[in-house]
């Protein structure tokens, strides 16, 4: 059984470029959170996606998306980066929305 | 509405000492709760959570954690810290289906282990 892997771990974008992070969830979990966690404090929910379609979002503004591919993988994308985007961005599957979320390892960005 | 509260960001115990780690949640619903470790540079492991039925409930690496609702609490402990030990620990609550399900975590509490 494959866990939970997120690519790339590191990059680094300019302020206004913009970012995609993938995210592959482990094996037979149909539901993909995203969260990101700014240094020092804890993860923040940014939106879920159950069977391809999202199902729910926090407070983050529309130009942070998503996509959820029928295989169950994911993708966050953030447009027109700000500095205060930089952070360590997770990934957590589940194999249902209700139970416990397997998380990645993280992609850490650094926007500058 | 759903949050949590970790008091104290930084805790420091003797390797071997009782380790104590507190949590406070809110929540309008019958809370599910969890206890992830972090530790450097790497993704959020989950080391116990509680969803119904018993209140003590046992995770790994000899941590436990009681479920008090009177108190809405749900502490975590480990009778004997080990210097593997040193990490970061988030207290998290998630909402049944029906009402939202993300979890909501706590500012963290930063563990360290003195030899």
């Known amino acids: 059984e494959t866990g939970v892997t997120q690519s790339p771990t590191h990059l680094i974008k300019t302020r206004g470029q913009q970012v995609t992070l993938r995210c592959s969830s482990q094996?037979?979990?149909?539901?993909v959170s995203w969260y990101q966690q700014a240094l020092g404090q804890g993860p923040q929910f940014i939106f879920q996606?159950?069977?391809?379609?999202?199902?729910g979002r926090g407070n983050f503004p529309p130009r942070f998306s998503g996509l959820q591919f029928p295989n169950y993988s994911s993708e966050l994308n953030v447009n027109a980066l700000e500095l205060d985007d930089s952070a360590l961005y997770l990934c957590a599957s589940s194999h249902s929305m209700n139970t416990e979320a397997f998380f990645g390892q993280g992609t850490r960005l650094t926007v500058v | 509405a759903q949050s949590v509260t970790q008091l104290g960001s930084h805790v420091s115990v003797s390797e071997g000492a009782l380790v104590l780690l507190r949590c406070n949640y809110s929540s309008s619903v019958p809370p599910y709760l969890f206890w992830y470790v972090q530790y450097p540079n790497q993704g959020l492991q989950l080391l116990l959570k509680?969803?119904?039925?018993?209140?003590l409930v046992k995770g790994i690496n000899g941590f436990e954690a009681e479920f008090k609702k009177s108190e809405t609490s749900f502490h975590l402990t480990k009778p004997s810290a080990h210097m593997s030990d040193a990490a970061e620990y988030f207290c998290?609550?998630?909402?049944?289906?029906?009402?939202?399900?993300?979890?909501?975590f706590g500012t963290g509490t930063s563990l360290t282990v003195i030899p």
């Open positions: 094996s037979g979990h149909n539901t």
């Open positions: 998290a609550v998630r909402g049944p289906t029906n009402t939202g399900n993300q979890f909501y």
């Open positions: 996606y159950y069977r391809e379609e999202e199902n």
């Open positions: 509680y969803t119904t039925g018993a209140t």
